[in-house]
């Protein structure tokens, strides 16, 4: 009988860590995942696989070495998938040491954590890259072989982990890829991404829960993709024969506009953008009669970052070509649609339960008061 597989996932709490989880027990594997200690529970993408006889959660920081080494040693496992990040560009320009300590020197303790406990040889290891390493892109569309141009302290930290993930599989023979992910997003994408933003203001602004909708810059573009797809992609690196590094994308590209455009529609909007740059709005010309003729949506200047990436476009082939890879499994427009029908719902139920707290106590006021 063959020996089961164990997967050790930091960032398990994110969008990627939650759908992999999913993806590799259902393969089965035992998984194990990381968080950091916190007096707030953030653990709602996983909080249905707890309880799950092959499911485990440990404690450990990206920022502490030795509970690395610690966890490693007690887990021993066969693959590693690092997707533990600051992964939100404009906060790396807030806190750009926060950044580089997590997402550069963070994957240098992984690799020697693993080198530590003597599983060079024995450990598989995936490291989250990103399209942000081509940044002040240099060609289009950008392949395993395009240069980096890095344009952000998140970007410039990836690029770290990048290349010491390379140095190692070189200098140590360990297997260990990296996955160069372009944008890809889901209903568990966190509220301050930009797509999420978008599709949560939609589903507001239908139920007359907001008025208006603030935004960067309309016209950049990316290859966004979905992230339930994009999961299987990381397995499928670390199941060849040799280690190596790919580009996952879909090869299709959309602006930030198209994406605006596309969510307000799902949700029974149509929106006419007019005007250009700082001073182009989303008017309503077609929905609720309430809404018709309204601006929804407004470009502000303070989304706007110090140093903007504008034209990323992955190009798959290499995915498709050796590890038979599907990238156009979900579409743009379905990843659109599967994004805002979660958020009305989410929107609508946020309402049920705010209603019903506000009687709970008002009825409670009144019995204490009587």
Known sequence: MEKKKIALITGVTGQDGSYLSEFLLGKGYEVHGVIRRSSVDYRERIAHLEGKPDFHIHYADMGDSMSLVKLVGKVQPTEIYNLAAQSHVQVSFDAPEFTAD???????????????????????????????????????????LTPFHPYSPYA??????????????????????SGILFNHESERRGETFVTRKITLAAARIAQGKQEKLFLGNLSSLRDWGYAKD?????????????PDDFVIATGVQHSVREFAYLAFKTAGMELEFRGEGIDEKGVCVAGPANLVGKTLVEVSEDFYRPTDVVNLLGDPSKAKRELGWDPQSTSFEQLVSIMVKHDMQKVAADHVAGVMRTNLAEYLEKGITK
């Open 156 to 177: 410039v930290a990836k690029l770290y982990g990048y290349w010491i993930v390379k140095e190692y599989r070189e200098a140590y023979g360990m297997y260990c890829c």
């Open 102 to 144: 997590v997402d550069a020197v963070g994957v240098l303790r992984i690799l020697e954590a693993v080198r530590t406990n003597h599983l060079e040889h024995h450990c598989r290891i995936y490291q989250a890259s990103t399209s942000e390493l081509y940044g002040k892109v240099e060609e289009v569309p950008q392949n395993e």
């Open 230 to 242: 994009y999961v299987e992609c990381m397995w499928l690196i670390l199941q060849q024969e040799q």
